[in-house]
């Protein structure tokens, strides 16, 4: 979904809203606390954050929800590639507040379907949990090692960047005690002169 489209859906969103006032019905607005961790806890820590990693890679404006164009480029990276209608289809089978897009509960809703077996192997959600999730027994050793290496490379490079960071703080925290001993240094000779 566009920036225009989205922007159109919250102002349609507002006016229902505003007509139901108008007409003295009552308006609930519901804003819903997710601890997505107790919610599915069919899912392990670490496999919620696996979801949650691929979910932030392609939440390209960092908006905490998958547009259709994200999704779209979600499913062309895993070599998987939609239509347009595929694509909004697949986001109407799991987007339960209807705004259009995927949040990350909506999201590992996907997950959760295919461990129950209720997607169709071959629809854009049942492609999209398979070629996000590693099954040895499909793949073979062979193509989980790949699976595994390629993870290792990508958390290798993560970690030279930590190990940069790390370094650029123990240089700084370095500076500021040399920094804090000539200070000392300089106040022990300036009393000399007092």
Known sequence: MSGSSELTSVLMR??????????????????RIVNVYTEFCEFTRKEIKQYESTFKK???????YLSLDELKRMMEVLGAPQTHLGLKGMIAEVDEDGDGRLSFREFLLVYRKARAGELDADSGLGQLAKLT???????????AKEFFEAKINELSKRSKFESEIREEQEERKRMEEEKAIRRQQFLAKSRIFQ
Do not use: C, H
């Open 14 to 31: 507002r006016q229902e809203i505003n007509d139901a006032l108008d007409n003295g019905e009552e308006v609930t607005v519901k804003y």
């Open 58 to 64: 392609f939440n390209t404006n960092k908006d905490s």
């Open 133 to 143: 999730e590693v099954d040895v027994d499909k793949v073979g050793v062979v193509g």
